[in-house]
């Protein structure tokens, strides 16, 4: 039962992740201040008083992954991760084009080389064997 | 004044739980309670304080409302509920266990 309500809690927080993520960011801030005001209140002047909050609170935006993490889901990951691979190969189309060109004539020229060696076995004509022989020298030098 | 130490890993929980008990609170009004109850030993670094909270609301056992400060200010203020309730006590009394048991062996002679 517990499992089932954290699921639908962590679905309700994915639906809505930008505001989520606006709250903690406001909550934090919000912390950051009370921090300020509290160094005011101890004698520091005002700017060293917001260098201090902000020195101990630390790494905000961090702080901000790592509570957003807690109640995200793993796909959630998954689909950040593949977003990101887009966005690379958008970046860089050349290297995108290259690798796509790449991958599918590399598996293409070994499919017709693997065809073109094994036909001969089941080819008892020895001139088309020896075409074929060729033939294969030919798509392996091109893998 | 004693050296501020890190929490004892696996306390943070128990600890913002019974923080909860007596008033909502805001997330720094939690952090500075613990400081002042334990009069400056325990420091909680905001870096596990609000994935804790997340973690807790999560869990179910507490709930979060958006309310103005004495300063006239928006605050995520966190409330204790049932569930929660339940859960400190179960950790409290796990946390005896453990104490004792530590007790036990530290007084062996």
Known sequence: ?143 | MAKKSDLIPGTLDMLILKTLTRAPQHGYGIALSIKRLSQDVLTVEEGSLYPALQRLLLQGWVKAEWKKTETNRRARYYTLIAAGRKQLGAELSQFDQMSAAIGRVLQDT
Not at chain 1, 16 to 24: H, K
Not at chain 1, 83 to 102: D, S, V, W
Not at chain 1, 109 to 117: D, G, P, S
Request: charged content about 25%.
């Open chain 1, 1 to 143: 039962m517990n499992h089932v309500a954290r699921f639908f809690r962590k679905m309700w927080i994915l639906v809505r992740r930008e505001n989520v993520r606006g709250e903690l960011a406001e909550e934090m801030a919000c912390h950051r201040e009370h921090a300020e005001q509290e160094f005011q209140a101890d004698g520091m002047l005002r700017e060293a008083a917001r260098y201090a909050a902000r020195r101990q609170f630390g790494n905000a935006t961090q702080t901000l992954e790592q509570s957003r993490d807690v109640v995200s889901f793993g796909v959630e990951t998954a689909l950040q991760d593949f977003r990101f691979a887009i966005r690379q190969l958008r970046k860089n189309p050349g290297f995108a084009a290259t690798a796509i060109l790449r991958g599918s004539h590399g598996s293409l020229a070994l499919r017709v080389a693997i065809y073109l060696q094994r036909l001969p076995e089941t080819n008892s004509d020895c001139d088309t064997q020896s075409g074929f022989r060729c033939f294969r020298e030919v798509s392996l030098a091109f893998v």
